[in-house]
Structures are given as C-alpha cells and as structure tokens.
C-alpha cells in the first residue's frame, strides 16, 4: 500500500530537549511538507521540500529544523529553541514541484513534560 | 500576504439539512483550490479540488464546490448532510508566484451532524 508514515503517535519530550519526527513515504513524490496544526489556527507551514537535498522555510520555521538526504525521508527536529512545541504535526507530500494535491500521514502528537 | 479565510469555524446541523461552508482567499493571480476533510482519528484527504474549467466541481461523498472568481469564494456545499459527515474540513488555496508554490489552508470549521 502506498503512503505516508509517521512515527511515533505520541513523542514526549523534555525541557531543553531535541525530538525528531519521522516521515517516510513511498508515493515516489518530489515534494514533501511539515505542517503544525494547533485548535482554531489550521494547519501552517514549518519547512517544505521540492527535492532531495533541498528544502525551504515556511511560515513558522523558527524552533525546528528539516533534512532531505533521500526522497523518501523527511524528518522534522523540534529542537530547545522551540518554546511552544506541544502541537500535533502533520506531514504530507505531492507529485512535483508544483505544489498540487497533498496526501498527509496520520500525524505526531508531540507533548512537553 | 496571501490568506484564506474560513469563516464558520464550528456547525451543527441536523441529519439531511443542507449545509454550505465558506472560504474565501486573498489572491489576484492563478490559484488551484482545494477542500480537505479531516474524519475523527483519520488522516487528513482531499475532498475536491479546482484547477480549471468548469466552475463547479464535485468530490467525494456528494459534496461539491463552487469557484467565484469575482467573489475569491470557493464555498463547500452538500445538499444533505450524515452523521458521517461530521469532521474537520479545511479549505486550502495553492498560488504560484515567480515558479514558487505555496499552500495556504484556513482554520477549518469543525462540523457535527446530529442523528
């Protein structure tokens, strides 16, 4: 079955800690996207991908950090700058470099401690 | 700045009464169009989408959408509505600017269907 994975459901973390979320797809898509998503805000653009070794600030890029070491993979670090970190993050990924439909994972729950 | 706007952030409604959600977005150039449903403890999909042609698109499930150019609307209706259908839907706007692309969502209205 083709898609996008997330991992884990649930992630904890600590004061002045690192966390790293998983995304992993096998779509064969170009693009791939991070999005928090907190109540009555919708969904906002942390870092986005239009290929491998390349990614792009998004709207609230600040406090996180993306690598693209491969087409499949996508990780999203939310590092110690972040201060307001407990949200539920969504990753997806769409076809090319024009940004068109998106198909999301099941997401991260990611709570403080 | 590019925005989309979701006015209604929370219905209810009963089984079968018709139901029309709004978006309306900020942009002068070419943009594709996009509703996003998002059912309790399920992923995020796409419920229709607009890229050209005729203005008034259908998806999934009976629902479709209207693109009035003149208004910036692309508004959400379903004639009748289920207790399935209660969920998250998000309206989403996708512009292009100097071959960049971005995504612009709404805040999302939060639909419960009363059996």
């Known amino acids: 079955d083709g898609g996008i994975t997330q991992s884990p459901k649930y992630l904890f973390r600590k004061e002045g800690q690192n966390v790293t979320l998983s995304c992993e797809q096998n779509?064969?898509?170009?693009?791939m996207y991070w999005y928090r998503q907190d109540p009555g805000q919708g969904l906002r653009l942390i870092y986005y991908?239009?290929?491998?070794?390349?990614?792009q600030k998004g709207d609230i890029a600040e406090g996180y950090s993306v690598s693209r070491e491969k087409k499949e993979s996508f990780p999203l670090t939310v590092t110690s700058a972040q201060k307001n970190p407990t949200a539920f993050y969504l990753c997806?990924?769409?076809?090319?470099?024009?940004?068109?439909?998106?198909?999301f994972g099941p997401g991260t729950r990611l709570l403080v401690l | 700045a590019q925005s989309v706007s979701q006015h209604n952030h929370h219905v209810i409604l009963s089984e079968a009464a018709s139901l029309e959600l709004g978006c309306n977005y900020s942009y002068g150039g070419t943009v594709n169009l996009f509703w996003y449903v998002q059912y309790p403890g399920q992923h995020l999909q796409l419920l229709l989408k607009y890229f050209s042609g005729d203005p008034l698109v259908k998806g999934i499930k009976g629902f479709e959408a209207e693109f009035i150019k003149s208004k910036f609307s692309f508004n959400l209706r379903k004639p009748s509505v289920q207790w399935s259908d209660t969920a998250e839907y998000f309206c989403?706007?996708?512009?292009?600017?100097?071959?960049?692309?971005?995504?612009?969502f709404g805040t999302g209205t939060r639909l419960k269907v009363l059996a």
């Open positions: 989403a706007v996708n512009v292009g600017d100097s071959g960049t692309y971005k995504y612009i």
């Open positions: 997806a990924s769409s076809i090319g470099r024009r940004q068109e439909t998106q198909y």
């Open positions: 991908s239009q290929i491998v070794n390349d990614f």
């Open positions: 779509l064969n898509h170009d693009a």
